[in-house]
């Protein structure tokens, strides 16, 4: 029976959600963050996760546990945030020698749970943020909006859509990725040597000793091509902000936009398949060996919006005011 249910995860609200197989614990207190997935039929943990985890355990590393999802994600130089019709000075939260802000603040926030419930083909959560002049943000990104989040579990897999609607009279910035927290082994009993990462890339992004990009893109080394052809081990070495415009691949001979994670010894695979707004990824594993890995879907680029580039090459994308900007992702095992 397909369920959801309000449950309490050591010192936050979660809902619950059982449907299909799959599990999945949604802590729409902080951030919305689905902090747990698992297959119980296939035994495969998705998400970095812990029993042990307190909320503000959590709260303090949000990027790094579940699937957070980040607004306004990775770097902007020197805080500094350029749009059509203004010019945003956000907080420097980036240590030098990289003086960028980062990460944004969305993944932290309390969302309203909007609603819960489960029938005989699915579970699901609705919330929502409301972004005004009552969050401590507004004083350097006056620009309101309204985000909302739709999560759906079934046989198969889990759903993710993101609404943002844009609530001011100006420009509402839009740059959405996802810090996805991929466990490692994500099967239980398995071997972290044994995964190996599909991810199908075109060129890569060549980023300066800040982590910002130049402008420039290289062709594919030898290291690179790995992920392409899916012989990459993404631990047990070091995967540092690896960025690469993103291309459609194949799962099952079928065309698929996203990226695949396989249990070599057991032929069991993690599948994560992102919608079209999603223009580039970056693979991040914390120096490789904290057992989990980090396969990002952006939108646009780093520092998409201050860059002397066309915004067809950054992905950077601007809301018009009552407008409204969308995405989906989806995760499922095979």
């Given at each position: 029976?397909?369920?959801?249910?309000l449950?309490?995860f050591?010192?936050?609200?979660?809902?619950?959600?059982?449907a299909?197989?799959?599990?999945?614990?949604?802590?729409?207190?902080?951030?919305?963050?689905?902090?747990?997935?698992?297959?119980?039929?296939?035994?495969?943990?998705?998400?970095?996760?812990?029993?042990?985890?307190?909320?503000?355990?959590i709260?303090?590393?949000?990027?790094?546990?579940?699937?957070?999802?980040?607004?306004?994600?990775?770097?902007?130089?020197?805080?500094?945030l350029?749009?059509?019709?203004?010019?945003?000075?956000?907080?420097?939260?980036?240590?030098?020698?990289?003086?960028?802000?980062?990460?944004?603040?969305?993944?932290?926030?309390?969302?309203?749970?909007?609603?819960?419930?489960?029938?005989?083909?699915?579970?699901w959560?609705?919330t929502?943020?409301?972004?005004?002049?009552?969050?401590?943000?507004?004083?350097?990104?006056?620009?309101?909006?309204?985000?909302?989040?739709?999560?759906?579990?079934?046989?198969?897999?889990?759903?993710?859509?993101i609404?943002?609607?844009?609530?001011?009279?100006?420009?509402?910035?839009?740059?959405?990725?996802?810090?996805?927290?991929?466990?490692?082994?994500?099967?239980?009993?398995?071997?972290?040597?044994?995964?190996?990462?599909?991810?199908?890339?075109?060129?890569?992004?060549?980023?300066?000793s800040?982590?910002l990009?130049?402008?420039?893109?290289?062709?594919?080394?030898?290291?690179?091509?790995?992920?392409?052809?899916?012989?990459?081990?993404?631990?047990?070495?070091?995967?540092?902000?690896?960025?690469?415009?993103?291309?459609?691949?194949?799962?099952d001979?079928?065309?698929?936009?996203?990226?695949?994670?396989?249990?070599?010894?057991?032929?069991?695979?993690?599948?994560?398949?992102?919608?079209?707004?999603?223009?580039?990824?970056?693979?991040?594993?914390?120096?490789?060996?904290?057992?989990?890995?980090?396969?990002?879907?952006?939108?646009?680029?780093?520092?998409?919006?201050?860059?002397?580039?066309?915004?067809?090459?950054?992905?950077?994308?601007?809301?018009?005011?009552?407008?409204?900007?969308?995405?989906?992702?989806?995760?499922?095992?095979?």
């Amino acid at each position: 029976m397909n369920t959801t249910q309000l449950f309490n995860f050591n010192g936050t609200t979660c809902v619950k959600m059982n449907a299909g197989g799959y599990e999945a614990l949604v802590a729409y207190e902080i951030g919305a963050n689905v902090i747990r997935l698992r297959n119980n039929k296939d035994g495969v943990e998705f998400f970095r996760f812990s029993h042990s985890n307190t909320a503000d355990d959590i709260r303090q590393s949000a990027e790094v546990w579940g699937l957070p999802t980040l607004y306004l994600p990775n770097r902007f130089a020197d805080g500094r945030l350029r749009t059509s019709d203004a010019v945003y000075q956000l907080p420097v939260n980036e240590k030098a020698p990289y003086n960028n802000h980062i990460h944004g603040f969305l993944h932290k926030r309390p969302h309203e749970l909007v609603e819960h419930n489960a029938d005989s083909n699915c579970a699901w959560v609705k919330t929502r943020y409301v972004y005004d002049e009552r969050d401590e943000f507004f004083r350097y990104l006056p620009v309101s909006f309204v985000a909302e989040y739709t999560f759906t579990l079934s046989e198969h897999g889990l759903e993710q859509n993101i609404t943002f609607i844009n609530t001011s009279d100006k420009v509402l910035p839009m740059s959405l990725a996802s810090h996805t927290t991929i466990n490692s082994p994500f099967v239980d009993g398995a071997d972290e040597a044994d995964i190996r990462l599909t991810v199908p890339i075109g060129m890569r992004c060549v980023l300066n000793s800040r982590c910002l990009p130049t402008g420039a893109v290289d062709q594919l080394t030898m290291y690179d091509l790995e992920y392409r052809n899916g012989t990459k081990c993404p631990v047990l070495q070091v995967c540092d902000n690896d960025m690469y415009t993103a291309e459609t691949g194949e799962l099952d001979g079928q065309r698929f936009y996203g990226v695949t994670a396989e249990d070599t010894k057991s032929g069991k695979k993690l599948c994560y398949e992102v919608s079209e707004e999603y223009r580039f990824w970056i693979i991040w594993n914390d120096r490789g060996f904290n057992h989990y890995f980090c396969p990002e879907p952006m939108t646009a680029m780093i520092d998409a919006p201050n860059l002397d580039m066309p915004a067809e090459a950054t992905g950077y994308r601007e809301i018009k005011p009552g407008g409204k900007f969308e995405t989906h992702q989806r995760f499922f095992s095979k």
